[in-house]
Every structure is written in C-alpha cells, then in structure tokens.
C-alpha cells in the first residue's frame, strides 16, 4: 500500500542553522512528491514538487528537496533557517487520479 | 484570484446537531477534495470531485458523513448527527485538470467543535 513516513515529529533549529526533514514513500510506480507547509492556523501552501527530470527540486522560499529512488525517500532542506519558518512541515505521494497520501508531518521550530 | 475560500472558519456545535460545510474551489478548476485533519490521525482525505462527479469517497468516515457538488463552484460537507470525534479542523483544496502533478490548492479550513 502506499504510505508516506516522516520520521521526526518535531524539530527544533537554531536561527540561521541548516535543515534536512525527513520523508521516506511506499509507493510501487514513479512517484509524484510533494511538500506542504503549513503556518499556525492556515491551509496547507505547496512548497515544491518532483514527478521526473533533475532528483534535486528547488522551491520557494529558500527550500529544495532531494529525490533518491535507492532510499525512497525525498528529504527537505534548507541552508539557513528563519524565524519565520517555524511551521508544520507535510510530505506526500500523488496517486494517479490525483489523490494526495500525507505524511503526519514535521513541526518546527526555531531558536532565536 | 481569491483562492479556494471556506466557511464558516470556526464552528462550535454540540452533539446531535447537523454540522454544514462549505467550500468554493478556484474558477476553472475541475478537481476538488475535502480533507480531515486532527491530532490522531493527521491528514486524511474523506471524497473528492471530477467535474463536480463523486469519484472517492472510500475516505469517508461513515454514514454520518455526505458530500455533494452541484455545480462547478460550490460544495458542501455535512455531517448529522455530530459526534464529538468528529472534532477536526476540514479542508477543502482544488486543482486543474491534467496529470496528477498538478498542484492542490488549499483553503484555510474550517475548524469544527463538536461539545
């Protein structure tokens, strides 16, 4: 079956440090890969996507996102933090038909 | 463009009580998903819509549970009788039509309080 696994529930960095969140798929074809993220209190905004071409994917605001098909996984990164990231994070698989599978996300927060 | 817009953003009600949700997805969009999420279980998606057509609704929780489409621009989710478990915060989100990379547009959803 198909599933989204983000390991770290919450994360905490320090302003200004780099950051990797986790995302590891199930998913038996080419997988369509998203990340989410969502602010305290709003919907969901896309940050990047990955369905073919170049493994790395850039994004906005500062994010890229590495998809590795040896490890399953399409880890988020970022090299320096700002406070206004602080945010939940959601990783997801595009099933064809256009549903989207979500991780239970990553919380993150950021030290001054 | 003003983006897919819900209401009400906020709804307390109390058990029994019939609970509707509603959604408006961005013009000229052909797909939309009604999404559930809480604490427990995360993000999971209840129906969603192909030109205003059902095509998944195995999300749905139970019976309690419809949704409709009756035109391009509206939707609704309602729920009756409302259960206390059924507290959630429900997002409605949108996209084209065309391959699945296509992305989901969210709207700020509705958090929902069943007393």
């Known amino acids: 079956a198909q599933s989204v696994t983000q390991p770290d529930i919450h994360i905490t960095v320090s302003e200004g440090a780099s950051l990797e969140l986790r995302c590891n798929y199930s998913?038996?074809?080419?997988?369509?890969l998203f990340w989410y993220v969502q602010s305290p209190g709003q919907g969901l905004q896309l940050l990047l996507k990955y369905f073919s071409g170049d493994t790395l994917v850039q994004g906005i605001k500062g994010f890229e996102a590495e998809f590795k098909r040896s490890q399953s996984s399409f880890n988020l990164r970022k090299p320096s933090v700002h406070w206004s990231d602080a945010a939940e994070y959601f990783c997801a698989v595009g099933l064809q038909g256009g549903k989207l599978i979500f991780g239970q996300g990553t919380e993150l927060s950021v030290k001054p | 463009d003003a983006g897919v817009i819900q209401s009400p953003r906020h709804e307390v009600t109390e058990m029994g009580q019939e609970v509707t949700l509603r959604c408006k997805p961005i013009?000229?969009?052909?797909?939309l998903f009604w999404y559930r999420q809480t604490m427990m279980r995360g993000l999971e998606l209840l129906i969603y819509f192909n030109n205003n057509v059902p095509i998944d609704d195995s999300g749905m929780p139970e019976d309690r549970f419809s949704a409709k489409m009756p035109n391009a621009s509206f939707s609704t989710l309602k729920i009756q009788p409302s259960e206390p478990r059924d507290s959630a915060v429900y997002f409605c989100a949108s996209r084209p039509s065309g391959t699945v990379q296509e992305t989901q547009y969210f709207g700020p959803g509705t958090r929902l309080l069943v007393l």
């Open positions: 998913y038996g074809a080419t997988p369509y």
């Open positions: 013009s000229g969009h052909d797909y």
